[in-house]
Nanobody
Framework: QVQVVESGGGLVQPGGSLRLSCTVF????????MGWYRQAPGDLRRQAAL???????NYEKSLKDRFTISRDNAKNTIYLQMNSLKPEDTAVYYC??????????????????WGQGTQVTVSS
């Protein structure tokens, strides 16, 4: 069984910082891209940042100067360092793990998993 667990959300004042963590637990034999998505009230879930197994990154254009995604492959963990936070960054932040390789019968399967989300609130 594979579980994706996020942590690090909370309430922060405008201009403050938070660091989110996401770990994939289970009998895993590899993970391709992992990423952070966010969903504000009344809005769609949108990609915030993505990182490949090799460390290549991609950001939503407006976040690139303030957010940094990083990854520890040995721990099946990614991080999102968020600086200079704004009220419009308020959202539930979800972690996604793509092409997670797990044993399936006598072979392998590749699956996509989501975490439960962690709330980030930026308010004074």
């Amino acid at each position: 069984q594979v579980q994706v667990v996020e942590s690090g959300g909370g309430l922060v004042q405008p201009g403050g910082s938070l660091r989110l963590s996401c770990t994939v637990f289970g009998s895993i034999f590899g993970i391709d891209a992992m990423g952070w998505y966010r969903q504000a009230p009344g809005d769609l879930r949108r990609q915030a940042a993505l990182i490949t197994r090799g460390g290549s990154t991609n950001y939503e254009k407006s976040l690139k100067d303030r957010f940094t995604i990083s990854r520890d492959n040995a721990k099946n963990t990614i991080y999102l360092q968020m600086n200079s936070l704004k009220p419009e960054d308020t959202a539930v932040y979800y972690c996604n793990a793509d092409n997670v390789k797990i044993q399936s019968g006598e072979g392998w399967s590749l699956n996509n998993y989501w975490g439960q989300g962690t709330q980030v609130t930026v308010s004074s």
